[in-house]
Nanobody
Framework: QVQLVESGGGLVQAGGSLRLSCAAS????????MGWFRQPPGKEREFVAG????????YYADSVKGRFTISRDNARNTVYLQMNSLKPEDTAVYFC????????????????WGQGTQVTVSS
């Protein structure tokens, strides 16, 4: 069992940056592919970024490519999402997730989820 806790969300102006953290406990995350998803108000949860166990391979939604960077520090049991050039449409609750498989874009492929952290981008 893996427990995931997100932090780092908040209110930021358009063009600003935030760094989200996902701290894991219970088991080491080194054996899991990790992903970030987000759920905008009134919409479905959507894939944002994923990273494989090695940390070498990363994947991004087209909407965030070039602006967001996912990384992991297995020694700290933590995954990060650096978000730059934020836009109002990035406003959402951001969730961290762990998968025993590969870092897919498919929500159902992830086994463990955090509670989420709110990111609000003002125009």
């Amino acid at each position: 069992q893996v427990q995931l806790v997100e932090s780092g969300g908040g209110l930021v102006q358009a063009g600003g940056s935030l760094r989200l953290s996902c701290a894991a406990s219970g088991r080491t995350v080194s054996g899991y592919a990790m992903g970030w998803f987000r759920q905008p108000p009134g919409k479905e949860r959507e894939f944002v970024a994923g990273i494989r166990q090695s940390g070498v391979s990363t994947y991004y939604a087209d909407s965030v490519k070039g602006r967001f960077t996912i990384s992991r520090d297995n020694a700290r049991n933590t995954v990060y999402l650096q978000m730059n050039s934020l836009k109002p449409e990035d406003t959402a609750v951001y969730f961290c997730a762990a998968s025993t498989g590969i870092a897919t874009m498919i929500r159902s492929e992830y086994d463990y989820w955090g509670q989420g952290t709110q990111v609000t981008v003002s125009s």
